[in-house]
């Protein structure tokens, strides 16, 4: 499966299009490094590209929905929608949250596809609540309490310990069922040949080469039921190329203006 440019590309219907795109994301991102609102801003588009993620796919979720739900506080069971909405923002904070240029990368990319719920190792180890310390009057035995303090302690370095065990061994891959994912769907060759496309837009202008990324993974589907990724995967090449160093940019949002009809057209979507 390969994935192909036109040749050669339109580079008059395109010139002024990427000019005007590559210098609004400059003043954007410029902008946004010294604002003192900036932290709000990025969580806010954070919920609202996930919630354009799934409208991009034809399925509704309200952001105030994803704003409970991130919370703990669900007005009532979450849909599919919704849960398939928080794992694009958990992802997509995870990849903010890394180094530019992680998630296109081999190790990222492996990473993102074995993680289907987006929770990658944000989930908490739970710490051991502290042993009682038995007394009366709360003045106990102080060889009680220093056993008990060092009870204490043996439990937090036997965390620690296994916490380390784990992060050295990611474990067993989770299988996939098959009633839900194509065994044959080949997503080792999938994933060669989008990477293959990414590579062969070095040369090209930085906003150019995250269009032909999101379009390649839209044509190409790499990872099954993950059409969303494209759209962060785009975002972190902004971010390693150097054109959005402050910020993840919000481009599901923006992919909600861009007209069905022209959907189908390569210049027009591309411009």
Known sequence: M???????????????PLAAAEDALARLDQLLATSPIRHGWCTRTDFADGCA????????????????????????AP????????????????????EP?????????????????????????PVPATPPID????????????????????????LIARSRRLLADAGPVREKSPLVYDP???????????????????ILPPVLAATIAYDAWADLEPLQH???????????????R?????????????LRRVPRSYAGEWVTRFG
């Not at 390969?2 to 002024?16: F, I, Q, T």
């Not at 599919?80 to 995870?94: I, M, N, S």
């Not at 998630?103 to 989930?123: H, K, V």
């Not at 993950?226 to 390693?240: I, V």
């Open 2 to 16: 390969v994935y192909r440019l036109p040749e050669p590309l339109p580079w008059d219907a395109l010139a002024a």
């Open 53 to 76: 993620s799934l409208a991009l796919q034809g399925d509704l979720v309200l952001l105030e929905d994803l704003v409970l739900h991130d919370a703990g506080r669900d007005r009532h």
């Open 79 to 98: 849909s599919q929608e919704l849960t398939r909405a928080h794992a694009v923002l958990r992802t997509r904070r995870r990849i903010a949250a890394a």
């Open 101 to 125: 240029g992680w998630a296109i990368s081999p190790t990222g990319l492996a990473a993102l596809s074995e993680d289907p719920d987006g929770t990658g190792d944000q989930d908490a180890v």
């Open 135 to 158: 007394g009366a009057d709360g003045e106990g035995d102080l060889a009680d309490v220093d056993d008990a303090f060092s009870a204490a302690l043996a439990d937090i370095d036997a």
């Open 184 to 202: 044959a769907w080949g997503a080792t060759d999938r994933l060669a040949a989008w990477r293959h496309a990414v590579a062969d837009t070095r």
């Open 226 to 240: 993950r059409a969303w990724l494209g759209s962060l995967l785009a975002a972190d090449l902004l971010r390693a």
């Open 242 to 254: 150097d054109k959005a160093r402050h910020h993840l940019p919000v481009l599901a949002s923006a």
